[in-house]
T-cell receptor, first 116, second 114 residues
Framework: DGGITQSPKYLFRKEGQNVTLSCEQNLNHDAMYWYRQDPGQGLRLIYYSQIVNDFQKGDIAEGYSVSREKKESFPLTVTSAQKNPTAFYLC???????????????FGPGTRLTVL | QQQVKQSPQSLIVQKGGISIINCAYENTAFDYFPWYQQFPGKGPALLIAIRPDVSEKKEGRFTISFNKSAKQFSLHIMDSQPGDSATYFCAASIGETSGSRLTFGEGTQLTVNP
């Protein structure tokens, strides 16, 4: 089955610890995205990557870091600098130019991070 | 700055009724307007999308109405069903390409009572 996998589904960390959220896709999509979802605020873009070894900051990148060493993988690290890290984190990907569904973002099931 | 405003925040409709969710945008460069549907504990999925060269797009019970001059667009769900109960997000982007940045509205939690 093709799709986007995020693990784990629930994650608990102590304040001050860095934590890395996994996102893997086997859809052969070029672009990948990380969003944060908070109640009443919609989805806010953290980082996105259009190709391997390249990524851009989104609207709320402070306190987060990413890497894109492989096309299939786009891990997100929530650092201790993120002031309010407890949230639902969503990873998405979209197919390349020329694909009939280019521009459509396909989302993973999300990881709910709770910082204690 | 929130560039896409969505209302209402929550909506309760009886089975068979019409659900209407509205969005307004500021950036006139936006030219792709999708709606995403999200069930609890899941990621959003594309429901329907429109480009500004048409004023309406219909897919089954779901219709997008688009008013370019007012910079507004809305989702209408006809004959609403309990299975439609979900959170709906409008979004907008410049271009409909790989790597396009979507700006999302705040979301509307729809409940359809049986």
């Amino acid at each position: 089955d093709g799709g986007i996998t995020q693990s784990p589904k629930y994650l608990f960390r102590k304040e001050g610890q860095n934590v890395t959220l996994s996102c893997e896709q086997n859809l052969n999509h070029d672009a990948m995205y990380w969003y944060r979802q908070d109640p009443g605020q919609g989805l806010r873009l953290i980082y996105y990557s259009q190709i391997v070894n390249d990524f851009q900051k989104g609207d709320i990148a402070e306190g987060y870091s990413v890497s894109r060493e492989k096309k299939e993988s786009f891990p997100l690290t929530v650092t201790s600098a993120q002031k309010n890290p407890t949230a639902f984190y969503l990873c998405a990907s979209s197919p390349a130019e020329g694909h009939p569904r280019t521009g459509e973002q396909f989302f993973g099931p999300g990881t709910r991070l709770t910082v204690l | 700055q929130q560039q896409v405003k969505q209302s209402p925040q929550s909506l309760i409709v009886q089975k068979g009724g019409i659900s209407i969710i509205n969005c307004a945008y500021e950036n006139t460069a936006f030219d792709y307007f999708p709606w995403y549907q999200q069930f609890p504990g899941k990621g959003p999925a594309l429901l329907i999308a429109i480009r500004p060269d048409v004023s309406e797009k219909k897919e089954g019970r779901f219709t997008i109405s688009f008013n370019k001059s007012a910079k507004q667009f809305s989702l209408h769900i006809m004959d609403s069903q309990p299975g439609d109960s979900a959170t709906y997000f409008c979004a907008a982007s410049i271009g409909e390409t790989s790597g396009s940045r979507l700006t999302f509205g705040e979301g509307t939690q729809l409940t359809v009572n049986p």
